[in-house]
């Protein structure tokens, strides 16, 4: 089993419409929570961080995380093509002793306009 | 600006030759690490370093070596690239300590023929 697992999509939405992106994991250990935004032909970029259960805001970005059922979501609100982009996340954490950071596979949002 | 830049965009190699992959970032950041992006399969971490001539094994080094003689740069080395070392390879660096951002370059897609 993946130490995280996120839907790779892809995940094709039109305009203006409201995207859920999520992923789960099985590590008890992380306390760490990001959102990374890869553009085509780029690296990627962190989007938001958040730190144990809650929610946090940013424009029209709400990173959330449910630390009892271990599950994160990015919600993107009033979606642009701009906001068409691989979307990772990625939480670290101490294991065995040793910080560690592992990233989920990213999933390919596409929004039409 | 942040900037972590990589020596090459494309890169084509034939089976068994050595390939290096330079990356300098100038924020005067202490880690460094190199990562390979695979459909499917995320980023996994190859090595990384905190700090100059320090290095660590990360998740899937076998069949790379790294090196760090400047704060600056970290080079990724294939001592013998193989076809499935085909892949992006990304730069990243963040500052000391375990939750600090990483900022990635701009990738280098590596084909081995």
């Known amino acids: 089993q993946k130490e995280v697992e996120q839907d790779p999509g892809p995940l094709s939405v039109p305009e203006g419409a409201i995207v859920s992106l999520n992923c789960t994991y099985s590590n008890s250990a992380f306390q760490y929570f990001m959102w990374y935004r890869q553009y085509s032909r780029k690296g990627p970029e962190l989007l938001m961080y958040t730190y144990s259960s809650g929610n946090k805001e940013d424009g029209r970005f709400t990173a959330q995380v449910d630390k009892s059922s271990k599950y994160i979501s990015l919600f993107i609100r009033d979606s642009q093509p701009s906001d068409s982009a691989t979307y990772l996340c990625a939480m670290s954490g101490e294991i065995q002793g040793a910080q560690k950071l592992v990233f989920g596979q990213g999933t390919r949002l596409t929004i039409n306009p | 600006d942040v900037k972590v830049t990589q020596s090459s965009r494309y890169l084509v190699k034939r089976t068994g030759e050595k390939v290096f992959l330079e990356c300098v970032q100038d924020m005067d950041h202490e880690n460094m690490f190199w990562y390979r992006q695979d459909p499917g399969l995320g980023l996994r971490l190859i090595y990384f370093s905190y700090d100059v001539k320090m290095k660590e094994k990360g998740d899937i080094p076998e069949g790379y070596s790294v090196s760090r003689e400047k704060k600056e740069r970290f080079s990724l080395i294939l001592e013998s690239a193989s076809t499935n070392q085909t892949s992006m390879y990304l730069c990243?660096?963040?500052?000391?300590?375990?939750?600090?951002?990483?900022?990635f370059g701009p990738g280098t897609r590596l084909t081995v023929l």
């Open positions: 990243a660096s963040s500052l000391a300590g375990p939750y600090n951002e990483q900022f």
